[in-house]
């Protein structure tokens, strides 16, 4: 089973009126999505975002945003260059198929020898 982190891409404080207590002290923050597994560890290409008023610690939603807040969101969403979609094995992966190569290679060799007969 794969765990899913979302791991910071871009921060930013913006200065655009809070809708919910009308302060300028806001944090826009874009997440990339990864997957992290036994065998592999894996970039996808999800990019979320949340806008959060530091003040009263609401999350600002897109139905609420003034044009301000599209605006300077645009903007920070141009800005804003995730991760190239991959896919990493982790050293089990790797070991796991050095072992089952070696075991096949084993087998062809004594099958090989008279050893051993199918």
């Known amino acids: 089973m794969s765990k899913e982190k979302l791991v910071v891409i871009k921060e930013a ?25 036994k065998l592999y560890d894996r970039t996808t290409k999800e990019v979320s975002h949340t806008i959060k008023c530091n003040k009263c610690g609401s999350i600002i939603y ?25 896919i990493r094995f982790t050293s089990l992966f790797y070991i796991l198929v050095i072992s089952v190569l070696v075991l096949i290679g084993v087998a062809i060799y004594l099958w090989q020898s008279g050893v051993i007969q199918f």
């Open 13 to 37: 404080d913006i200065t655009n009126n809070c809708p919910e207590c009308f302060n300028q002290d806001m944090k826009i923050t874009f997440k990339q999505k990864h997957k992290y597994g």
């Open 62 to 86: 897109p139905v609420n945003w003034t044009q301000d807040i599209e605006r300077i969101f645009e903007y920070y969403q141009k800005m804003v260059v995730p991760e190239k979609p991959s």
